[in-house]
């Protein structure tokens, strides 16, 4: 997919780019020096660190590039053939182009690849399923589940009458006779599955089952695993799913984008309308043309391995850390994430503590609830971790036990500033022989 140089040398004096990273760094050092630093700040960081935040990763150059193009000087509001403004054609085009990848990569009929987010993607959709005021069932975002599932706060939790399933709490698994019998109670418009926080399979037959008993739309927000699924390393939602909303970025490694996917034609008008005029105004053309990059990327073979190897690193870190005494919420992974309990390592150690100690080590994580979390969500007692961006780096099994001993070590220290420094040359070692993709 692209060149995964390696070297020996362990120095981080200098971060391997391309051309046109070079070029643009260039460029705006002569034109704004100020954003040049900042940027090239924010490269040697990514470098030289471990990311495994499991809803980031690292774009190759083609999408990067691509997202700063010339389609950026264009208002294109509408869609292909029917737009609001002259000078269309080649907007047309690589939208054309985008839907007809996303279609083929994921086996429906049709694709909206015109959301801004993952979140603007569930606002069309709930509007075009919903009515304001309908009862949706979905997981909250304490078990896993997305602010954009019915967080009060949120445009979901506002508008729609939210009604919640949630785990097992002896499995930390979906219960699905539990969800079935809430569904039964509540009646819902709506079921939402699909989450941010969830390491297992998600049985999208049975979800469709639960929905078809009471005369409900399934939904599958599959922004997380939408890389697993476009691969076959995760069950697709289709045929299951009436609509299918995701990111284009985390597993898929795309730019940070939004898609919906349906298979039926009148929902597919439904979402249109939605998207545009009803959600939003003038798509971002230069991200959907990166989007079109990043389907096409992901339809080749390379991809799918890269996916088996996302899962199979992410349940060789969990095995890791396991063997350095911390808990797996359901006792482990099936896909590119883990929720990590810190508590049986140390009753005082919290998420915030551990985030902060990690990342003064070099390696970027995220503080995360566990079901039942007695700890508020800016503590938590966990971590949530992913390895979609260490894979794209290259590293494999043998890397993810050497990441867990790291993670270990600085833990352990408490944040004594000299382990965390060992801790940091060993990572930027470590980063200098799987470099970012160039």
């Not at 998600?202 to 890389?227: C, M, W």
């Not at 939602?237 to 909303?245: K, L, Y």
Request: hydrophobic residues 40%; charged residues 20%; aromatic residues 6%.
């Amino acid at each position: 997919m692209w060149p995964m140089t390696r070297t020996t040398d362990t120095s981080a004096a200098a971060v391997p780019m391309d051309a046109l990273s070079t070029g643009l760094l260039a460029l705006l050092n002569e034109k704004d020096a100020i954003v040049a630093r900042i940027l090239a700040d924010e490269a040697t960081r990514q470098a030289t660190t471990i990311e495994l935040i499991a809803s980031e990763n690292h774009v190759g150059p083609a999408v990067m590039h691509t997202m700063g193009n010339w389609m950026t000087n264009k208002y294109a509001e509408g869609y292909p053939g029917k737009r609001y403004y002259g000078g269309c054609r080649f907007h047309d085009e690589i939208e054309d182009l985008a839907r007809t990848r996303a279609c083929e990569l994921f086996g429906c009929r049709f694709a909206n690849v015109q959301p801004h987010s993952g979140a603007s993607a569930n606002i069309a959709a709930y509007m075009a399923m919903c009515k304001p005021g309908a009862t949706i069932l979905s997981l909250p975002i304490k078990s896993g589940g997305h602010l954009s599932h019915g967080l009060k706060v949120n445009f979901s939790g506002t508008f729609y009458k939210i009604v919640e399933y949630d785990l097992d709490p002896k499995t930390e698994t979906l219960d699905y006779d539990a969800i079935q019998s809430a569904a039964e109670a509540c009646k819902p418009a709506m079921i939402i599955c699909g989450y941010s926080a969830y390491p297992r399979v998600i049985d999208f037959a049975r979800f469709r089952k639960i929905a078809d008993s009471v005369g409900a739309y399934l939904l599958a927000d599959i922004a997380h695993i939408a890389g697993l699924v476009a691969s076959g390393v995760h069950p697709s939602p289709f045929p299951h799913a009436h609509v299918v909303t995701t990111t284009t970025h985390k597993t898929l490694r795309g730019p940070r984008g939004g898609l919906i996917l349906s298979d039926d034609e009148e929902t597919a008008k439904k979402i249109d309308r939605k998207v545009f005029p009803g959600s939003q105004g003038g798509p971002l053309m230069h991200i959907i043309a990166a989007k079109a990059v990043c389907f096409g990327e992901a339809l080749r073979p390379e991809f799918k391995e890269y996916c088996r190897r996302i899962v199979a690193n992410a349940g060789a870190l969990a095995d890791g850390l396991a063997e350095h005494g911390y808990r797996l919420c359901s006792g482990g992974t099936d896909n590119h994430l883990m929720l990590v309990d810190l508590r049986p390592r140390s009753e005082d150690l919290t998420g915030a503590d551990a985030e902060s100690w990690l990342e003064t080590a070099g390696i970027i994580v995220n503080k995360n609830g566990i079901p039942n979390d007695p700890r508020p969500p800016m503590v938590t007692s966990g971590l949530r971790l992913g390895t979609p961006a260490i894979t794209t780096r290259g590293m494999r099994e043998p890397q993810m036990h050497r990441i867990a001993g790291l993670i270990d070590r600085a833990l352990a220290a408490g944040g004594a500033e000299k382990v965390a420094c060992e801790v940091r040359r060993e990572v930027r070692a470590l980063c200098t022989e799987f470099p970012l993709p160039h």
